[in-house]
């Protein structure tokens, strides 16, 4: 099984709102668009350091996450960050990973954005192509 890399597009929304309010121009949204590894292990987004700081990002309160080798770090965590992949977006928060570590993609977002990762083929695809279908049950 081999590894998934998607591109994701993210922007910090705060600079957004400001933009659309006029209180702001298009040039200033902080943006950056990366290739993120799809961790079906992990449950948050984890974002680099140099990267959170790059989008403007505010840190919200510290938690303490386990890493693949089962070690307990206290990180930060920040947010919220608009996330885009493929024509699918939405907020959240982001766990602050080492600086110039990889951005990870974890459930929250798959399940968010309705996104099947498929290991086998290396894959990520929209379960459905035109919306996510949530469930509320």
Known sequence: ???????VELENPGDRVLAE??????????????????????????????LVERLGLEKQRTVVVTVADERKEERPLAGPVTVRIGNRSMNTDCVVGPPLSEPLIGQIVLEALDLIADCANCTLTPRFPDYPLLKLK
């Open 21 to 50: 309010r006029g209180f702001g121009r298009e040039s200033q949204v902080r943006r950056s668009n990366v290739d993120a590894v799809v961790d079906t292990g992990a449950v948050m987004l984890v974002l680099p350091q140099n």
């Open 1 to 7: 099984m081999g590894e998934i890399v998607t591109r």
